[in-house]
């Protein structure tokens, strides 16, 4: 399409966005689990035949950039038929760690696929040694069910007994049937505005504006690295230790800067470890992919465009491209936030009034399960718990935030009450935890869970040892804390057993000071 015009682009962009929007919403309605419905831990996604993604919802960033080479792993070990969904949550085939299930589904009409619609949501528990999946595995095995692309659903039938093994190998499958229920329905609702566009627009004129925005994504990449001074600029940071080892994970980039291609190089970076800190290439490339798309601006289309002119470097079995059998659970949720860290802080030398100091760096990860003795039935309690936003240039960072990697909400206390066995002791800002300067870090929170049955308990979370960096003479964030029982201090990554009447405390790191402050 040679000739098109910029303000039919604009609305194809907004009519495209609005189906994976729509997809988030249905999900979000339908779906079971606090974590969903509550939470919001879910991504949405349209892509083009060719499984190029053409449009995103506002939902996880570490879902939404790995999602494409979900989507590519599933077109490449099935040929995907009409009433066809292809499930998947194997790390090393496109996902990012086993609670994450990603379905695809074509869109056709006639006898041609146009489309491929995808979404992915992190189920409260996918299997594995401890409740919630998110426990200190040493290697995939023990993390839960790894599901290589199969088909869930065939010719508009769901296989039912793909389903009982997937809910065989599950701690509260009820939910987890409701959950996986709600993705297909969400998968459903995409299909159907997509033809309605083809209905109204035309087949012909809808892909080429896909293309189009594909195209348009790339130009704005290209403007925005052209932007950026020419150079190389490095940095390093760490994550405090694998939960088996107590060492440092040290992770560390080069970015190469020429006209209107970026070069990002992970080389000297630890190589892969025990613990379940490992990320695999397409967390990293998803981190890669949202540092830059920060840069571009709110209005890019969220397409496959965006990374045409970026190159990521990830040496395999390093700890950012983990070979199997690693343990990956924390990968995901821990070390893409500090690579996204360590991106904005070498950045920050050729972009110094553009970049804020470090976020909390984690998403402080809890699991809490076992036995609801007040209805018999197994319970999975999952939650990412927000913290202090780094200071920006020009202004505070946010308190009390998830930021980054994650997009998602807490669980109000009432839903969290109202499903488990559990009551909120507490729920507050942690005052003076954000680093001073020019402009000063948001502040972290703190979450006082109370168990009212006995139950394991799992937290994988990091920055407990060093706060989260302040820049251009901005003080560091203060480190989180975990205690038991507000008297026993409990490591970063670990499992533990809880009695009846047990208060797990969590208290988040603060986020980086922006700047000298003047006296």
């Known amino acids: 399409m040679k000739n098109f015009d910029p303000t039919t682009l604009e609305i194809y962009r907004a009519l495209f966005t609005s189906v994976a929007e729509e997809m988030g919403v249905a999900l979000r309605r339908t779906a079971f689990?606090?974590?969903?419905?509550?939470?919001?831990?879910?991504?949405?996604?349209?892509?083009?035949?060719?499984?190029?993604?053409?449009?995103?919802?506002?939902?996880?960033?570490?879902?939404?950039?790995?999602?494409?080479?979900?989507?590519?792993a599933a077109l490449e070990e099935i040929e995907i038929a009409p009433g066809d969904v292809v499930a998947l949550n194997d790390p090393f085939a496109g996902g990012t760690h086993l609670p994450d299930v990603t379905l695809v589904m074509p869109v056709v009409s006639g006898k041609r696929t146009l489309f491929y619609v995808a979404n992915r949501a992190?189920?409260?528990?996918?299997?594995?040694?401890?409740?919630?999946?998110?426990?200190?595995?040493?290697?995939?095995?023990?993390?839960?069910?790894?599901?290589?692309?199969?088909?869930?659903?065939?010719?508009?039938?769901?296989?039912?007994?793909?389903m009982r093994l997937?809910?065989?190998?599950?701690?509260?499958?009820?939910?987890?049937?409701?959950?996986?229920?709600?993705?297909?329905?969400?998968?459903?609702?995409?299909?159907s505005r997509l033809l309605e566009i083809i209905e109204r627009r035309g087949e012909r004129e809808a892909m080429e504006y896909a293309s189009q925005l594909i195209d348009y994504s790339a130009r704005l990449m290209r403007y925005t690295i052209a932007s950026i001074p020419d150079g190389s600029y490095e940095a390093e940071d760490a994550l405090d230790d694998d939960g088996?080892?107590?060492?440092v994970v040290p992770i560390k980039v080069r970015i190469t800067i020429k006209g209107e291609r970026a070069v990002v190089d992970f080389d000297g970076s630890a190589p892969q470890v025990t613990g379940a800190i490992n990320a695999v290439e397409a967390i990293t490339v998803s981190a890669v992919s949202y540092v830059f798309r920060c840069l571009v601006g709110d209005e890019v289309p969220a397409s496959a465009g965006l990374m045409e002119p970026i190159e990521v470097i990830a040496p395999r079995g390093t700890v950012v491209n983990a070979n199997p059998p690693a343990a990956v659970a924390g990968g995901n949720v821990e070390t893409s936030q500090r690579i996204v860290d360590v991106l904005f802080k070498a950045l920050a030398q050729a972009l110094p009034d553009r970049i804020p100091a470090a976020s909390q760096g984690t998403m402080n990860n809890l699991t809490i399960g076992g036995i609801d003795t007040r209805t018999g039935q197994e319970f999975s309690y999952y939650e990412t718990i927000a913290g202090g936003m780094g200071a920006r240039p020009n202004a505070d960072g946010m308190s009390g935030v998830h930021t980054h990697m994650t997009n998602s909400l807490n669980t109000p206390a009432e839903a969290l009450e109202y499903a488990y066995p559990l009551r909120v002791r507490e729920y507050c800002l942690r005052k003076g935890s954000g680093g001073a300067g020019k402009q000063r870090g948001g502040d972290g929170v703190v979450r006082e869970i109370e168990t009212l049955v006995p139950s394991r308990m799992s937290l994988l979370c990091d920055r407990r040892k060093r706060g989260p960096y302040g820049l251009f003479g901005g003080d560091d964030g203060a480190p989180g804390v975990n205690t038991l029982n507000k008297k026993l201090k409990l490591s970063s990554k670990g499992s533990h057993d809880l009695k009846a009447g047990d208060r797990i405390r969590i208290e988040t790191p603060g986020g980086g000071g922006w700047g000298k402050i003047r006296k």
């Open 33 to 72: 689990s606090p974590n969903i419905k509550e939470r919001r831990d879910y991504s949405c996604a349209v892509f083009d035949a060719d499984g190029r993604v053409i449009a995103q919802g506002d939902h996880m960033p570490v879902h939404l950039g790995s999602m494409p080479m979900a989507v590519a």
């Open 122 to 162: 992190h189920h409260a528990d996918i299997g594995g040694a401890t409740p919630g999946s998110m426990g200190l595995a040493t290697d995939i095995y023990g993390e839960g069910i790894r599901i290589p692309p199969i088909r869930l659903v065939r010719n508009g039938v769901l296989d039912t007994d793909t």
């Open 166 to 191: 997937l809910l065989a190998n599950v701690r509260g499958n009820v939910e987890r049937r409701g959950d996986f229920d709600a993705q297909i329905g969400s998968l459903k609702t995409g299909a």
């Open 244 to 247: 088996v080892e107590d060492r």
